[in-house]
């Protein structure tokens, strides 16, 4: 779940119960997933050196996954192109969707 609606909303277990139930896809919660990627709507914009600092924090996240993820997923655009580009900016293959995405690949 994107920050937004696990700290807004409260919404953090029912994505990860929906998609538990895609076969063939393993589950793995990021650690410090209600933290920020540093998109926050127009904030990258307005504050890019901040937001680069927030987003660097979760990219260093993420790339310490072991063993990589081959797909990080999150159902906020702005997160989807903020941590995708970011991920692209460090070299990494690891890419990014929405779970709508992975959820219709796989019926």
């Not at 139930?21 to 997933?33: E, Q």
């Not at 460090?90 to 219709?104: D, F, L, M, Y």
């Amino acid at each position: 779940s994107p920050c937004h609606l696990q700290h807004a909303q409260g919404i953090i277990h029912q994505p990860l119960a929906l998609l538990s139930r895609v076969p063939g896809l393993t589950l793995r919660p990021l650690a410090d997933s209600d933290k920020c990627c540093g998109s926050a709507g127009i904030f990258s914009l307005l504050q890019p050196g901040m937001s680069q600092a927030v987003l660097d924090a979760k990219l260093d996240a993420i790339l310490a996954v072991d063993p990589a993820p081959d797909l990080v997923l999150t159902g906020n655009p702005g997160c989807l192109m903020q941590i995708g580009a970011g991920l692209r900016g460090r070299g990494s293959k690891i890419r990014t969707a929405h779970p709508i995405e992975v959820i219709s690949r796989k019926s």
